[in-house]
């Protein structure tokens, strides 16, 4: 967790965040939900839009990704409530949200629908919903030279693992499909790409720990690590530039009426 706050948040999930809370179109006094909020990103970004006559709840299952957020405290006047819950049973009251949002969290729920469901379900009848997901990691340049890092180092199950987690679900007409299934209207899928930098090497590295080959990366002997990293050097060798690796990133993001 500390990993992904520390190594992933500022160069990624901020910009992204700031991406998504454009295209849904938050404003002031809006009440927005933000599902798997993680650490809080986005729903700190959405407090600074929405101001004291607006709201922000955010949900993740995870209770050490919420000390994480509820630890950042308030933004200006705008009190954030966190809550832990699964997405497939918001713990949050019908018709309750002019907006929800849900950044990086779909490819990873055990029933898409269903948590598409419980977001319609907390959303006024004109409430507004915004998801991202990854696109294939071949269009996410950073990433796209540690997955085959990792394949020097680890091995190619060990890479696939890593492929197959954030941008395993990257099919713009199924994350489509499943907005309507779960009745959202309006539905528009959109890919957009957006350049991130990591301050080196080591930087990019650290982003592994919150992967899942994080334990397989921390088990790594000195000269697995001198191996790695010389295997992300070479791999970012195009995207480098005065020592900083800086590369395209691209999303899908999913828009619809409740």
């Avoid at 997901?133 to 990792?150: D, G, L, Q, T």
């Avoid at 099919?171 to 080196?200: C, K, M, N, T």
Wanted: net charge negative.
């Amino acid at each position: 967790m500390a990993a992904y706050e520390d190594a992933l948040v500022g160069p990624l999930f901020v910009p992204w965040g700031e991406h998504l809370l454009d295209l849904v179109d938050v404003q002031v006094g809006d009440s927005v939900l933000d599902v798997a909020c993680g650490p809080g990103t986005v729903a700190q970004l959405a407090a600074a839009r929405v101001g004291p006559l607006g709201s922000v709840v955010g949900c993740d299952l995870s209770e050490e990704m919420l000390s994480i957020a509820r630890s950042k405290g308030d933004v200006g006047d705008v009190s954030i409530e966190y809550r832990q819950c699964p997405a497939e049973k918001l713990s949050v009251e019908h018709d309750s949200f002019d907006v929800a949002v849900c950044q990086q969290g779909l490819q990873f729920f055990g029933n898409r629908v269903g948590a598409l469901s419980e977001i319609r379900r907390a959303l006024r009848g004109s409430g507004r919903v915004g998801v991202s997901v990854w696109c294939e990691i071949e269009s996410c340049e950073p990433f796209a030279a540690i997955a085959s890092s990792i394949a020097r180092v680890l091995g190619p199950e060990a890479a696939a693992g890593y492929c197959n987690g954030p941008w395993g679900f990257n099919d713009a007409q199924q994350i489509h499909d499943d907005l309507r299934a779960a009745g959202f209207g309006d539905v528009e899928v959109r890919r957009d790409a957006i350049a991130v930098a990591f301050d080196d090497a080591d930087h990019l590295i650290r982003t592994l720990g919150a992967a899942p080959v994080g334990a397989q990366v921390h088990a790594l002997d000195s000269d697995g690590r001198r191996a790695l990293r010389s295997a992300v050097e070479d791999a970012t060798a195009d995207l480098t530039k005065g020592g900083v690796i800086s590369g395209l990133t691209t999303c899908h993001t999913a828009m619809g009426t409740a």
